[in-house]
T-cell receptor
Framework: GNSVTQMEGPVTLSEEAFLTINCTYTATGYPSLFWYVQYPGEGLQLLLKATKADDKGSNKGFEATYRKETTSFHLEKGSVQVSDSAVYFCALGRGNAGNMLTFGGGTRLMVKP | DVKVTQSSRYLVKRTGEKVFLECVQDMDHENMFWYRQDPGLGLRLIYFSYDVKMKEKGDIPEGYSVSREKKERFSLILESASTNQTSMYLC?????????????FGSGTRLTVV
């Protein structure tokens, strides 16, 4: 079946540090891949997505590249800010009638000034 | 912008009460979902619905039921609330014709059962 594995957190960084949050997946076919972000006390917001191999999704300085050969979709940001402190979820989607998303367990990022 | 609105941000209920969590979306999405989120457990799917009056069990349906009488509204019902149902509940919706758009989530309802 489909599954998503994320690195366990929390990840603690200083402001302006480089961020990588690893995400690998198991799926049949070619799913779409997503990163969602959840700020404290809020629901999840779509951060970026990629729908086919070698696509790069990007938003707000975050990037992730769909790597079919390594079944990965790692999230990166060159210089994090305190305001990036949140929980990040990797997810894969299947284009069936239910459009079901499978989520990873989430990674908490804490950025210190 | 698609909006998914959950009726309450915070809710406190007593053990044994019947609890209704309401979710409304305004973009004519066919699919609607209810998740609960707990520390260390991520998001777990309770129920989903792909059409009016249709519902499917997710991974953890025990102790819950749902109602979808209108396309825009998806209600989660706790028949007899228990303390182990204290959690953050998230509603989401999506469009069948746009599988690459993922879900749109509501802001969540933090339910405490005392």
């Amino acid at each position: 079946g489909n599954s998503v594995t994320q690195m366990e957190g929390p990840v603690t960084l200083s402001e302006e540090a480089f961020l990588t949050i690893n995400c690998t997946y198991t799926a049949t076919g070619y799913p779409s891949l997503f990163w969602y972000v959840q700020y404290p006390g809020e629901g999840l917001q779509l951060l970026l997505k990629a729908t086919k191999a070698d696509d790069k999704g990007s938003n707000k300085g975050f990037e992730a590249t769909y790597r079919k050969e390594t079944t990965s979709f790692h999230l990166e940001k060159g210089s994090v800010q305190v305001s990036d402190s949140a929980v990040y979820f990797c997810a894969l989607g299947r284009g069936n009638a239910g459009n079901m998303l499978t989520f990873g367990g989430g990674t908490r990022l804490m950025v210190k000034p | 912008d698609v909006k998914v609105t959950q009726s309450s941000r915070y809710l406190v209920k007593r053990t044994g009460e019947k609890v209704f969590l309401e979710c409304v979306q305004d973009m004519d999405h066919e699919n609607m979902f209810w998740y609960r989120q707990d520390p260390g457990l991520g998001l777990r799917l309770i129920y989903f619905s792909y059409d009016v009056k249709m519902k499917e069990k997710g991974d953890i349906p025990e102790g819950y039921s749902v109602s979808r009488e209108k396309k825009e509204r998806f209600s989660l019902i706790l028949e007899s609330a228990s303390t182990n149902q204290t959690s953050m509940y998230l509603c989401a919706s999506s469009l069948i014709a746009a599988p690459n758009y993922g879900y749109t989530f509501g802001s969540g309802t933090r339910l405490t059962v005392v």
